[in-house]
């Protein structure tokens, strides 16, 4: 059982503090089987899907653009984009990005793809 007196607010803007590296999700939080995930990203990742799940992303800081087969998407801070199951995409951003994702907990980071930017188990940020 939790108690109130446990629950503390999470600061996203000092959690981005905690690190520097890029295309690598930190948790920060869990709820429902989902996973709350930030990431700083420059640069282009590469194109995957996620067979079985839809994935959310929020932009914190800066302007990322998703590549679709058929289109590019732009985010700029403060709008989101869900990307559902099955969509292959590719994010992009020309400066970095602060992220936010919101995921299930058992996604793969590139979805079957394997490539040097692939994150096997995310970190979590306690700090």
Same mark, same amino acid.
């Given at each position: ?6 629950? @503390?607010?999470?600061? #996203? /803007?000092? @959690?981005? &503090?905690?690190?520097?590296? =890029?295309?690598?999700?930190?948790? #920060?939080?869990?709820?429902? %089987? ?7 990203? /420059?640069?282009?990742?590469?194109? =995957?899907?996620?067979?079985? *799940?839809? !994935? ?5 800081? %800066?302007?990322?653009? #998703? ?8 985010? @700029?801070? %403060?709008?989101?984009? #869900? $990307?559902?199951?099955? $969509?292959? =995409? &590719?994010? $992009? ?9 919101? *995921?299930p907990a058992n996604i ?5 793809? &394997?490539? !040097?930017?692939? $994150?096997? !188990?995310?970190?979590w940020l306690n700090g």
């Amino acid at each position: 059982m939790f108690r109130s007196s446990t629950f @503390k607010a999470i600061n #996203i /803007k000092e @959690k981005f &503090k905690l690190f520097d590296d =890029h295309w690598s999700p930190k948790v #920060i939080g869990e709820l429902n %089987g989902q996973q709350v995930k930030i990431a700083k990203v /420059k640069g282009e990742f590469v194109w =995957h899907d996620h067979k079985g *799940e839809d !994935e959310l992303f929020y932009i914190i800081k %800066g302007t990322l653009k #998703i590549a679709f087969r058929d289109k590019t998407v732009e985010l @700029k801070e %403060g709008e989101m984009l #869900i $990307v559902p199951k099955g $969509v292959e =995409h &590719k994010p $992009v951003a020309e400066e970095e990005v602060w992220l936010m994702l919101l *995921e299930p907990a058992n996604i793969k980071h590139t979805g079957d793809v &394997k490539h !040097e930017l692939t $994150v096997e !188990e995310c970190e979590w940020l306690n700090g």
